[in-house]
């Protein structure tokens, strides 16, 4: 409640609708000679799945690094939340960070720490006021939530590729962010399990109210979570719309994504 | 020989002067490139070493990891220290007995032994194998987790990479390394006394108070404090080293070789400028 409140108020306080939580306006980057986001922008809506598809290498991970300030973009506006990242103190860009849940594409699991501590890491400095009884219920919650109950005091080292995406993702729901930017969820995971983990997408949405920004190359993940979709190509906007805009355009480099791959 | 014939300069044909020109040019370019990432670099180093020291003072200290560093800097070198520092004591003794023995004066051997053990071989020889095992190992550990998202994901968890890696480890390797100095000193000693025992009995209480009665304050409290800087140093090169590792795996490999080199340099460095200042203040 309280910080639906805050939300709004942020909202007002900016040019911005309130139901507008983040919004990118001519978004440059580019490393070295190498133009990667040229002239990028988007927004992401309250309670929204947004799907963003795109060649690899076509900078969709640089897009969500720039969101909570891993990456400076060479020029152009990130507001979340009504704030502008860019021209945030420390303080303030760590407290708006405590908001956002990012799965890195390569999990990035702390590898010193059992799963257990990877998932209390992040719990233990956003949500202070938790005992450590109901940590551990919570911890215990999500990994069962991603099929993963029984690794607790296993080591990232000991599980498969497709179990540590997966408690990667663990560790980024488990603190219940207002905004979750999630790097290609289900690449590695079989079909059972991707599907899984898209209805977890789904549930956490409508539990926790969030909004999310989803990088897929999984057209069956991108068919069950997305809201709406862009296209990116080129470091532009290529495309954007519903799914079923997306499906029933004529556009070659779209079907592409869309039509069964050949054996 | 070579046969005479008109002397003749060789004039570069026009495309030849084009293609110097470029590669001079190339040169140039180069060479700036390479002076701006070095300026680059010392500004790095400048920040991140400012950006520690503002962390080291932060309210919430990483007590704990602290104490886990402080027994992985302790537990890696152990082995190696123990064995080294016995052999420094008793080497030292068995070389320096024949030439004491000429003078007539193998009963000042202890002593010098004890002497050199505590103001130099003890600190800059334990300060050395600490940079190549700790200082390596703090390299690649920080490396690998850049190259692997975890610092990033670190600090998009609200959590300061910088007070929750580097802060605990410089402080223990800061505090831990002047601990290990006295124990490897203690062991040289133990060991000139069983180098000395080699030719004939020598009595070990007798050994110890000869040895100590050289020794004075003034010998020990300089190298225990250059000792400190000694671990301070290590611990910062080799998490800055980390820090800044590339993006690619290679670059692992890299971060921990560099600190090594790095940090023994500074170590020799920071102790030359120790002497110097030792030498003043006698
Ligand atoms: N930190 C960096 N330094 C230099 N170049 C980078 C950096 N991060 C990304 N790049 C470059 O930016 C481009 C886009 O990278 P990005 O990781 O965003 O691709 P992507 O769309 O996520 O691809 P994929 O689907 O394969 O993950 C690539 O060419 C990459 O080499
Ligand atoms: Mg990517």
Redesign the interface.
């Known amino acids: 409640m309280k910080s639906e409140n805050k939300i709004a108020s942020l909202a007002g306080s900016a040019t911005l609708s309130p139901e507008q939580v983040i919004e990118i306006h001519n978004l440059k980057i580019g490393f070295g000679d190498l133009p990667v986001l040229k002239d990028f922008s988007v927004q992401l809506f309250e309670k929204e799945n947004l799907v963003i598809l795109g060649k690899s290498g076509s900078g969709k991970s640089v897009l969500i690094k720039c969101i909570v300030r891993l990456l400076n973009p060479d020029s152009g506006t990130i507001n979340v939340l009504g704030e502008n990242v860019n021209k945030l103190n420390d303080r303030d860009l760590a407290k708006l960070r405590m908001k956002i849940g990012f799965l890195f594409q390569s999990g990035a699991l702390y590898d010193s720490m059992t799963i257990k501590e990877n998932l209390e890491f992040p719990l233990k400095r956003i949500k202070k006021n938790l005992s450590q009884k109901e940590m551990d219920e919570k911890i215990e919650d999500t990994l069962e939530n991603v099929g993963l109950s029984d690794t607790l005091h296993k080591m990232p080292s000991e599980l498969s590729g497709g179990m540590r995406k997966r408690a990667s993702l663990a560790r980024t729901i488990v603190v219940d962010p207002m905004i979750m930017l999630y790097d290609e969820p289900t690449t590695g995971l079989d079909p059972v399990t991707s599907d899984e983990i898209s209805s977890l997408i789904n549930d956490v949405q409508k539990k926790y109210d969030t909004s999310s920004i989803i990088i897929t190359h999984d057209i069956e993940c991108a068919r069950a979570t997305a809201d709406r979709m862009i296209m990116l190509k080129d470091g532009e906007v290529y495309l954007e719309g519903s799914l079923d805009e997306f499906e029933k355009s004529p556009d070659e480099l779209i079907q592409s994504f869309f039509k069964p791959k050949k054996m | 020989m070579k046969a005479i014939g008109p002397v003749r300069k060789k004039i570069p044909k026009l495309p030849d002067v084009k293609k110097r020109a470029i590669k001079l040019s190339e040169n140039v370019i180069k060479k700036t490139q390479k002076a701006n990432r070095f300026f680059l670099a010392v500004g790095e180093i400048n920040l991140f070493f400012w950006y520690t020291i503002k962390a080291s003072f932060s309210r919430d200290f990483e007590f704990r990891e602290f104490l886990r560093q402080c027994y992985l800097v302790g537990n890696k070198t152990l082995p190696l220290i123990t064995i080294t520092g016995v052999v420094i004591g008793l080497v030292l003794t068995i070389q320096a007995r024949p030439v004491l023995a000429e003078f007539g004066a193998v009963s000042m051997l202890p002593g010098m032994v004890a002497l050199s053990i505590i103001r130099e071989m003890g600190p800059v020889v334990t300060a050395l194998i600490c940079a190549g095992k700790i200082g390596s190992g703090m390299g690649a ?1 920080l490396g690998s ?1 850049k190259v ?3 610092i ?9 990479p910088i007070r929750f890696l580097v802060v605990p480890r410089v402080m223990a390797a800061t505090l831990m390394i002047p601990i290990l100095v006295l124990y490897a000193d203690a062991l040289g000693i133990l060991g000139s006394w069983a180098g000395a025992n080699i030719k004939g009995e020598v009595n070990f209480v007798l050994f110890i108070s000869q040895a100590f009665s050289a020794v004075g304050f003034m010998d020990l409290f300089p190298a225990v404090i250059k000792t400190f800087f000694f671990g301070a140093a290590i611990g910062f090169i080799g998490c800055y080293k980390g820090f800044t590792a590339g993006r690619g795996t290679e670059s692992v490999g890299k971060a921990a070789n560099e600190s090594v080199v790095v940090a023994s340099l500074l170590v020799i460095l920071i102790d030359l400028v120790a002497v110097q200042i030792t030498d003043m203040l006698l």
Do not use: H, I, W
């Open positions: 550990e987790m692997t998202e975890q990033d994901a670190m600090e998009v968890s609200s959590t300061n």
